[in-house]
Every structure is written in C-alpha cells, then in structure tokens.
C-alpha cells in the first residue's frame, strides 16, 4: 500500500521559518507535497520556491506583487502555479478541502485569521506563529478542539514542552504530576550588558542573537525578552495551566529548549542544537520521528550548561506580559499590537529600545477589561491599540 503525500499549505514561506520548513520537506518528497505557499511581498523569494516545489497557489499579500510573481512563472516549470493575493486567498488556501497540514508562519497579526481559518477547519496547525495564540486564546483552542484540528507548536521551548509533557495514552489525566512548566530562554544579547547603556542600542545590535537565526521582529522581541513573555502566554493557552506555573529559567547555552517538572521530582527536558528544523520535522511527523537535517548534539562540544532567574527589572517587558494575562485577553492583544507597533518603530530608528516597555505599558492601560468571545472584538481592540501606539509615538517626537 502507498502511502499518499500530505498535502502541505505553508503561510510565510519566505520567512526564517518558512525556509527551514521547506527544507525538512525537501528531504521527504514521497511524505509531504506543498498545496501551497505565501509571502508578503517577497517575490524573488516566492518565484525560487515555486520553481523548486510546484504548489497548486501561490498567494502574495498584495496585486502588485502578484502579478510580478504571475509573470515570472510564465514558461517555467511552475507555469501552473495559480497566483492569487490578499487576506481571502490566505484563509482559503489554510482551509482547502485537499490541505492537510498548514504552517502558520506568517510573523504578526497578520497571522490570525489564516491560522484560525486552518483551526477552524481541522487541519493539523504547525503554530509558529505565537501573536495570533496570544491575541485569540480561548477562541483559537476552542476551534482546534471543537473542529477535531490537531495543534502540534513549532516554537522550540513549545515543542520541547510537548515533547515532554505525560503522554495521554499512558494516563487518564493529561496533566499527571505536572508541577511546573520550565521555560527556558537564552536572555537574548543583552542578558549581561550594563542596564544604563540599553537607551543607545542600535537595531543591528538588537538583532544579533547569541544562538538563533530569525526573523528581525523576533530577533527584538527576544532581546526585550517579549518573546519569552508571549511565550508565556501561549503556553498557558497550549497546555492549559496557569501562569504561575510557568516559570522562565534563563540558560544563555539555548541547548535545553525547555521542561516539565513533575511531583515525583523527575524533570523532563527536550535538548538539541538551536535549529528549528527538529521542532518543524517533529510536528510534521508527529508521533513518528523523521531526518531533519540537525546534527545531533556532541556534549563535549555543549559542556556547560548555565542557568539563572529571569531579571524584570532589565526586562520589564516580561513582566508586562505577564500582567497582560492575567488581566485578560483585550490585555494580551494591546501588549502584542503595542509592542509589534513599537518593534517596527525601533527597528526604524524612531524611538529608543527602553521606549518599547513604556510605550507598551501606556498602551495596555487602556485595554478594554475582560476576555473577548468572537474575532470581530478581537480586531476591534487590536486595530485600537495600534492607533493609539502610533500616536503615543507621534506625541513622543513632537
Ligand atoms: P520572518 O520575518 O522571517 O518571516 C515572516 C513571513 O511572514 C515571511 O514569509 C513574510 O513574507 C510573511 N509576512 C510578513 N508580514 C505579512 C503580512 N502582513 N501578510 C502576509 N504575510 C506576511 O519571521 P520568522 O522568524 O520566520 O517568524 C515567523 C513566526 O514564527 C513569528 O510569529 C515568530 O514569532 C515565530 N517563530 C519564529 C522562530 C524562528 O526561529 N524564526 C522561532 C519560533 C517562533
Ligand atoms: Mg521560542
């Protein structure tokens, strides 16, 4: 008997995450066939990968870029490649009757209504894309379950957590003697520099992590260590816990992606080199183990492994996060719109890095309070705090 590909839609193709996806699939053709792929505006990018993988669609995120990808593939192996653009296209190629799995790896808010729209349609859901988990929450889980869809996280420390968490075919209770999920997060590059120099540090500087290779958005939210406060977030929302029982442990050797700790005193842990090509072939092979492309880990090469508590005060945008879920879901969504406003204004050189706490903190204070129940409100508030963060800025530099 054969067994037929799974049919693959990829959002973000030609984002970090995007790339190292198609490259675990390139090594297990006879596995998976991309259904489809989307970019912003990437249309170099986009035209290479649709020669090498021949999808049915090719979505871009505006006209423009479409027809100059439509024109490209004219006479090429991938002529019939069909190019459409816009928010439609992405939700409709996230839930295509013939798609089995989708990689949501779209960066930001853009992500939402593409991610839900593969939840709501029960696909298996690669989530590399945290902002949406954390704007929609309850709504988001709700889909995956109510639609019998299938949530496998990409994020490193997600995965490892699942990797670790007690298997459900082993136990009547999924959460069996789990005492704390212990995230970990390397501190990003300015875990060890004096706290009253951060005012100066330049975007460049900012994105050069110590051990991942990223997008520019995370790459600032890891030096802010907003990136491990909406990684809190979303892993109260994947493993259904408490924050309280998230405790971050920062381990600048990123060579334990994270772990669980038990009532018996076991802790398990997930370890590996820093490529996310293992959590990507893992969820898309799940519950079977594929090649990935990673060299195992040579522990005489990783011999020391540091641990420390995380410091709020260098990076009170953890403990924003914090707040912002136990405050509730119009919180959460004015942290991550605020902060995606404030990443991209740094990264302009329109306000200082020790801007961005403030300026998002200012923005949450003005949240609606409570848990939003349809998408509709969700937008609402978004769209809301991002106003509101572009004038904080206007007012800022007036
Ligand atoms: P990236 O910037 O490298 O890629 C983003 C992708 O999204 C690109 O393909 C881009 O074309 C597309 N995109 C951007 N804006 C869009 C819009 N408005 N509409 C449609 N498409 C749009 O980002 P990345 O590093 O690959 O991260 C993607 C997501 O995965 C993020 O949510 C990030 O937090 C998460 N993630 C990334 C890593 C990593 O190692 N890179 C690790 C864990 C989680
Ligand atoms: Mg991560």
New binding site residues.
Partial sequence: MTIQAKQLTI????????V?TLDVVSRHPEKYSVFAL?????VEKMLEQCLQFKPRYAVM?DNDAAEELENGLVGTVASDTQVLAGKNA?SMIASHDEVDYVMA????A??LLPTLAAAESGKRVLL????SLVMSGKIFMDAIRENAAELLP???EHNAIFQSMPHPQHSNNDKAGVEKILLTGSGGPFRTRDISTLQAVTPEEAVAHPN???????SV?SATMM?KG?EVIEACWLFDVADDKVQVVVHPQSTIHSMVSYNDGSVLAQLGRPD?RTPIAYSLAWPERIESGVEPLDFFEASRFDFEPPNFERFPCLRLAYEAHREGGYASIALNAANEVAVAAFLDHQIPFTDIPHMIEDVMADAASGTPFIVDDILIQDKASRVLAESWIKNKNN
């Fill in positions: 959002l973000g193709a030609t984002g970090s995450i995007g190292s989307s970019a912003n505006l990437n995120a992405l790896a779209i960066v930001g853009a992500g590399a894309n945290k902002e990409i994020d490193s991942w290779s990223m997008g520019r958005k995370i939210d990136n909406l996310m």
